[in-house]
């Protein structure tokens, strides 16, 4: 019973995280790239893979943690990717962060109960971006 409600709260922050940031247009990584500019390309790249994104709680729910595992990590290396094409330094630390943080559910989903602390790191990392990039919806 534990595991399925953490599992629930996992969901529910992951699906916070995920629709709170999609809502900018591309640029190319450049070291004097403004908060803007970097937020207009984590819009745009967020944007295409959305349908992952919203799909998470539901692998989450399921009960399917390998399923669940395999959905985290394609949304964490895509996160890495557009990390890669930010080049202002906040927001691709930001976004590295939310990366990290995904990566950490992977690990987290392996043991029998999930570590609620996976909650915060998730929640925190999705509020430091969307505090960089307000516009982002």
Do not use: Y
């Not at 709680?57 to 390998?66: K, P, R, Y």
């Amino acid at each position: 019973m534990r595991r399925s409600i953490t599992l629930s709260m996992l969901a529910a922050t992951v699906v916070l995280a995920a629709t709170g940031l999609v809502g900018c247009t591309g640029g190319a990584a450049n070291a004097n790239q403004s908060v803007e500019d970097a937020c207009k390309v984590v819009q745009t790249e967020m944007t295409s893979f959305q349908t992952e994104m919203a799909g998470l709680a539901g692998e989450l729910t399921s009960g399917d943690t390998d399923a669940a595992k395999k959905a985290f990590s394609t949304v964490t290396t895509k996160l890495d990717d557009i990390a890669g094409k930010v080049g202002n330094a906040e927001v691709k630390d930001a976004i590295s962060g939310m990366s990290q943080a995904f990566g950490t559910v992977v690990e987290g989903l392996s043991g029998s109960t999930p570590d609620p602390s996976l909650l915060t790191e998730l929640s925190d990392s999705a509020s430091k971006l969307q505090t960089l990039c307000p516009g982002l919806n």
